[in-house]
């Protein structure tokens, strides 16, 4: 059924406040894709706050006339899905996922800070951890070295339920003072006897009468 003049304009509104608000926009082509596909599109890309949506380009064109994102005006031709996020990376990120599962969708173009990207570039940037990857990956840093002595205290804990003695960090430096003890006292009467030893030369033989 036809776009109405109202319809039209409600969808350029719409389109248009959501780039206001947005820092990336990412087109592509989604010919062939089945529509349960795509609605399971839609819900991931809902799920992570992009706006995705089917529209004509000459609508997404006058949406986007006076926005940082009218240089991809050049771009909008062909059956495109238009992904809309403020988070610099979710729009990318969620195409792209998708992707990797339905080679029927073809990403095109996309722009990012008023840059345009062609697909190398839309790749590239969905391959940035997102904002909760990177404070998932800090936290995981931050709690490793906790995880550590937790460990360590469950083991002792564990020794002393077993009635395990604990270990004694001296016992090595004991063992290795203690030959050293022994040789000190069995040289000792060694140097006592050399003095008698040395002495014999000096005893008084009878004369041969």
Known sequence: MPL?????????????????GAQ???????????????????ASARDQGVYLR???????????????????????VGPLIYSISADPIASAKVLQNFAKTQDKLVITAGLYNGKLLDVAGVKALAAIPSRDELLSQLLGVMLAPVSAMARVLGAVAAQKAEGAPAPVAVAPVVEAVAPAEVVAETAAPEASVEPAAAAEPNVETPAAE
Do not use: C, W
């Open 4 to 20: 109405n003049v109202q319809d039209k304009k409600a969808i350029v509104a719409d389109v248009g406040a959501q780039l206001a």
């Open 24 to 42: 990336t926009v990412v087109l592509a082509e989604y010919r062939g894709i089945p529509v349960e596909q795509l609605t399971k599109l839609r």
């Open 54 to 76: 089917v529209l004509k380009n000459t609508l997404a064109r006058r949406a986007a006339q006076g926005t940082t994102f009218e240089p991809l005006a050049d771009s909008m």
